[in-house]
């Protein structure tokens, strides 16, 4: 097969979007995105359903043409390439594996397809099984697998093929929490093993875009919004969506001042020299830095909501008309609703963000 | 309805007290139960008795006609003469070998057809869909009649044929041989095969395609090796419907005209109606009953096999 590395030669391909633009019927479903997954990166597709994420996958493996840009897979454009000649393994949401082959055959599948030789087929399909710790199961049937097992299946599948290029979509969605977070720490694991291969994962979680990706791409609206280490993204975002859609963030409409900002008729500090003086901004604040009780940057305001979360309480307090959010550890005595109450948090916790930046 | 019945006479203390003249309430669930058990039977007997008046007695007198040959009695006469007769050897084969051919005819054509139909986007591929479900309601003759227009002795293809080039009579010719039989039996029974092909293939999970596609199969391969072990079943029902109507089709044979196509529905009609020979007619229909059961049958087996 043209894509996949020759056996024993580990390529290290990138991918790179190019301007790319997909467009149904007239109808702009992805708008000219410009991203490079680096050789052997994992890049979390990040977004709401109808953000363009799967869509940009889908491009990668050749079922969607682009209508404008370049699809470049390692130095290859292979943007009028047909699906089978690309050398990408795919793992998508409920697995698809084929009903009427056993496990093995599942596997080897991609194997035949690409006329490996019949005397190496087993032994790749051995190795792929054992490396998502299947081949206990090589001679049962899908329906005879749990989901979580049936993912692993999938996940084998597309490795044994040694793809230069892995497109993930959506894969732990179908699995139920526990086991979700199981499969994390696999395809952790799976990526340290298999360090050359690069892989797209698209998700609309954000906590396996945290745990898995290097680097997240936030994607909505068609549009690329933001895009960084999962640290920088979390820490600093650089826009509104971002800081909405990753950690939940509080958005706070702030003006400017000389050296703190105005919320409402508050007064808070923050650790920025970049802001403009008299300029509207947005201050954005994790819930888990806000405390409760007295202390810098205090904002008073009637306690709206609690919910309690195991470990962690948390509050929704109405403040100047905004409702602010705060994670706070588990509280022994809560506050009634309608409570006053007084939350805080440290100027170097906020992030100033130019009002209505939509990361464009 | 009985069962509602039931329910609404076990709650009520009147209808208890009468059924069993015992106390209301204890005596509930006993009736119930006896007013459950007992239409069950009561509501079968009916159909039963009218599918045997309407259809399993006359079954049973074209049987006994079988063995009562015209010179009185009960024997295997009829049997002996009919299959010792040329006729009934030439029909039978003629009937198996155009059956069997317009159902593999069928088969290639209806799985071709219904793969276009199913993933290969075009427009108006939905209203072929639908087109597929009111042509399975039309009469056979209807299309024998219409392939009569095109390629009949002065249908329009030898009309265009002999008006071009001048010739007495055009090539096409074929109709009534049994060629004309089978391209009209494939024609009008390939709907039958595309029609549960089409229901398997909407169950189909399109991202199955999409994965082997990814992993490097070429269109042919994913046909061959997901497509069409996911339809078996599908093509196995459709296929052994369309072998039992085609072994007993009747007006596509009679419509074409075909000279010296003489099919055992054909043999039934000529000996029945034509010689007034009833004992040799019923032979030669509990042969072709025979055969449309057994392959009933073996369609059964196999379907249970392939898990239809």
């Known amino acids: 097969m043209s894509g996949a590395a020759p056996p024993g030669v580990p390529r290290r391909s990138g991918i790179r979007f190019d301007g790319v633009t997909v467009a149904y019927h007239g109808n702009v479903v992805l708008d000219s995105l410009d991203l490079t997954v680096e050789p052997g990166e994992v890049m979390a597709l990040l977004g709401p359903s109808g953000s363009g994420k799967t869509t940009a996958l889908r491009a990668v493996a050749g079922f969607v043409r682009p209508v404008r840009g370049r699809v470049f897979i390692g130095d290859r454009d292979v943007t009028g390439l047909p699906p089978h000649q690309r050398g990408i393994g795919m793992v998508v949401q409920q697995y698809a594996l084929f009903p009427h082959m056993r496990v093995a055959d599942n596997v080897a599948f991609g194997l035949k397809a690409q006329k490996v030789p019949k005397g190496q087929i087993p032994g790749r399909v051995a190795e792929a099984l054992a490396m998502t710790g299947m081949d206990s199961y090589a001679k049962r049937y899908p329906r005879e697998l749990s989901g979580g097992q049936q993912q692993r299946v999938a996940i084998a599948r597309a490795l044994a093929i040694r793809p230069d290029v892995l497109l993930l979509d959506e894969p732990l969605s179908a699995l139920d929490a526990q086991l979700r977070s199981g499969m994390l720490a696999e395809l952790a694991r799976l990526h340290r093993e298999l360090p050359d291969v690069s892989i797209l994962y698209v998700t609309h979680d954000q906590v396996e875009a945290l745990t898995l990706a290097d680097r997240i791409a936030v994607m909505d609206q068609a549009r690329l919004r933001d895009c960084g280490t999962p640290q920088d993204l979390y820490r600093r975002p650089r826009t509104e969506f971002t800081a909405s859609f990753v950690g939940n963030a509080n958005l706070l409409p702030v003006r400017v001042g000389s050296g703190s900002v105005l919320f409402g008729g508050t007064e808070l500090a923050v650790a920025t020299d970049e802001a403009v003086w008299g300029a509207t901004a947005t201050l954005c604040v994790r819930p888990h830095l806000v405390g409760l009780g007295a202390g810098p940057n205090a904002l008073r305001g009637k306690l709206a909501e609690v919910q309690w979360r195991g470990s962690t309480h948390r509050l929704y307090v109405d403040v100047d008309g905004h409702r602010v959010k705060a994670d706070v550890r588990e509280l022994r005595v809560t506050p009634a609703l309608g409570d006053e109450v007084t939350l805080h948090f440290a100027a170097e916790d906020a992030v100033l963000l130019a009002a209505g930046v939509s990361g464009e | ?308």
């Not at chain 2, 509930?28 to 069950?40: C, E, N, S, V």
């Not at chain 2, 042509?135 to 299309?143: E, N």
């Not at chain 2, 049994?178 to 494939?186: H, N, S, T």
């Not at chain 2, 419907?241 to 000529?270: D, H, Q, R, W």
Request: charged letters at 10%; aromatic letters at 10%.
């Open chain 2, 1 to 308: 309805m009985s069962r509602r019945g039931s329910t609404a006479l076990a709650g009520d203390p009147a209808a208890g007290a009468v059924s069993t003249g015992s106390a209301p309430g204890a005596a509930d669930p006993p009736i119930g139960t006896a007013r459950r058990q007992l239409p069950t039977a009561a509501w079968a007997l009916p159909p039963v008795l009218i599918l045997a008046a309407v259809f399993l007695y006359p079954l049973a007198l074209v049987v006994q006609q079988s063995f009562s040959p015209d010179s009185g009695g009960t024997s295997l006469q009829p049997y002996t003469d009919v299959f010792a007769s040329t006729a009934f050897r030439e029909a039978l084969g003629t009937t198996v070998w155009l059956a069997v051919g317009a159902t593999a005819g069928c088969l290639v054509l209806g799985f071709l057809l219904a793969l276009v139909v199913a993933f290969v986007p075009f427009p108006g591929g939905k209203a072929v869909a639908k087109f597929i479900d009111v042509f399975l309601s039309f009469p056979s003759f209807l299309i024998t009649l219409a392939l009569l227009f095109v390629y009949g002795t002065v249908g329009m293809a030898n009309g265009v044929w002999t008006d071009v080039t001048g010739a007495h009579s055009g090539p096409f010719q074929f109709l009534t041989t049994p060629w004309g039989v089978l391209l009209a039996e494939i024609t009008y029974f390939t709907p039958f095969v595309m029609r549960p092909l089409l229901a398997a293939f909407s169950q189909l999970d399109t991202a199955q395609l999409e994965v082997a596609s990814s992993l490097g199969a070429r269109p042919a391969r994913i046909v061959r090796r997901v497509i069409l072990p996911e339809a078996l079943p599908a093509l196995a029902a459709g296929g052994s419907l369309v072998l039992v109507m085609c072994l007993n089709e009747f007006g596509i044979v009679l419509f074409t005209g075909a000279k010296g196509v003489t099919t055992l529905p054909m043999l039934v009609y000529s000996k029945a109606i034509l010689e007034s020979d009833y004992p040799a007619a019923c032979v030669v229909a509990v042969v072709n009953i025979a055969i449309s059961v057994g392959l009933y049958g073996l369609y059964r087996v196999v379907s249970r096999r392939v898990g239809a």
